[in-house]
């Protein structure tokens, strides 16, 4: 017998959204843990601690829970990019990129979650275009706190040669190194937050001006 269609998000009640919230935070866990393919609605259902059955009525199938998944990464990433209002802020950012990277549930950082979705986007065509669409939004709020954080008189940072550096590629780049910093914190543990202060004292400057 197939599953009964899920409900959208925005129709749940207030204890149906918590329980969709416990779905989502059990995923983390098996997805961490045992990987995308691996990890299957039964491990998800036995984490949270409820139905398989249960389950589907929130979510259709597992790409679902992973497309879900991005959408509260997204809301996260632009609470945090909101933050951004003026001088110092960018810096800040970082940190608390660096923060919320750290985070750890009990099998990783949200770090390693992040690296794994974008994986799976590369296998599965409705994760990717969920991702793309958060990729994009994402960058149109970084273009936003530039441009908060930009003197009202220009909308652009000098080169060192004197050069204009157009606000798409400073944000571009802005967004990669917020993203890199994932890989960095995967790839070096031992990275602190002093460290990186300090580099961001250095470079961030020349970038946003």
């Known amino acids: 017998m197939s599953p009964v269609p899920a409900q959208p998000a925005g129709d749940l009640t207030e204890r149906a959204q918590a329980q969709r919230e416990r779905v989502?935070?059990?995923?983390?866990?098996?997805?961490?843990?045992?990987?995308?393919h691996a990890a299957s609605i039964a491990d998800i259902a036995a984490t949270a601690e409820m139905s398989g059955g249960l389950i589907y009525r929130y979510f259709e199938n597992k790409n679902a829970i992973v497309m879900a998944i991005i959408e509260r990464q997204l809301a996260e990433g632009e609470a945090l990019i909101d933050r951004v209002q003026g001088p110092g802020d960018v810096l800040e950012l970082f940190l608390l990129a660096y923060d919320h990277w750290h985070q750890r549930g009990e099998d990783g950082t949200r770090a390693a979650l992040?690296?794994?979705?974008?994986?799976?986007?590369?296998?599965?065509?409705?994760?990717?275009?969920?991702?793309?669409?958060a990729d994009k939004a994402i960058r149109t709020r970084l273009g936003a706190a530039l441009q908060r954080h930009a003197s009202a008189r220009v909308d652009a940072t000098p080169a060192g040669d004197g050069r204009v550096v157009p606000l798409q590629h400073r944000t571009l780049l802005l967004q990669c190194l917020l993203e890199g910093l994932a890989v960095r914190i995967i790839r070096d543990p031992a990275l602190t937050r002093a460290q990186l202060r300090a580099a961001l004292e250095d470079l961030l400057p020349q970038l946003v001006g």
């Open 114 to 133: 992040f690296l794994e979705i974008a994986a799976e986007a590369s296998r599965h065509a409705d994760i990717a275009a969920t991702l793309h669409d």
């Open 24 to 36: 989502l935070c059990a995923a983390e866990q098996c997805f961490l843990r045992r990987g995308f």
